[in-house]
Nanobody, 128 residues
C-alpha cells in the first residue's frame, strides 16, 4: 500500500510558475517510477512527466517539454514538478502516481492504466 499526497497547486497568471510536490508513504520500495498526470473537466487524464528511479531517467509530454521539469528524491520518496511559462491550457487537476510495473516500457510509463497508486490531485489554474 502506497499513499500519495500532492501539494503546491494554485492560481497563477500566464507566464508564471508553480512547483508541485508529491510525498509518498507506505510500501514505497515497490515503486519503479512515478509520474505526473493532469485532467481537465470533460477531458481524459493525460501524461505530463515521469521519472524512472533505476536510472533517474525523465520523460515528458511534448506539450510541456522545455517548460516543465520533473525531479525526485528516492530516499525521501518525493517527486517534484517545476512548471514554468505556464499557459491557460495547462489548467487542470494534477495527479501524481506510483507504479511497480511501469518500468517495462516507455509506453507503459505514459499510461495511467499501468500505475498502481494515485494521489488526490491538486488544482492548477492559469489565467490569461
Amino acid at each position: 500500500q502506497v499513499q500519495l499526497v500532492e501539494s503546491g497547486g494554485g492560481l497563477v497568471q500566464a507566464g508564471g510558475s508553480l512547483r508541485l510536490s508529491c510525498a509518498a508513504s507506505g510500501r514505497t520500495f515497490s515503486s519503479s517510477a512515478m509520474g505526473w498526470f493532469r485532467q481537465a473537466p470533460g477531458k481524459e487524464r493525460e501524461f505530463v512527466a515521469a521519472i524512472k528511479w533505476s536510472v533517474a531517467g525523465t520523460y515528458y509530454a511534448d506539450s510541456v517539454k522545455g517548460r516543465f521539469t520533473i525531479s525526485g528524491d528516492n530516499a525521501k520518496n518525493t517527486v517534484y514538478l517545476q512548471m514554468n511559462s505556464l499557459r491557460p491550457e495547462d489548467t487542470a487537476a494534477y495527479y501524481c502516481a506510483s507504479g511497480s510495473a511501469v518500468w517495462y516500457s516507455n509506453a507503459w510509463l505514459k499510461s495511467p492504466a499501468r500505475y498502481d497508486y494515485w494521489g488526490q490531485g491538486t488544482q492548477v489554474t492559469v489565467s490569461s
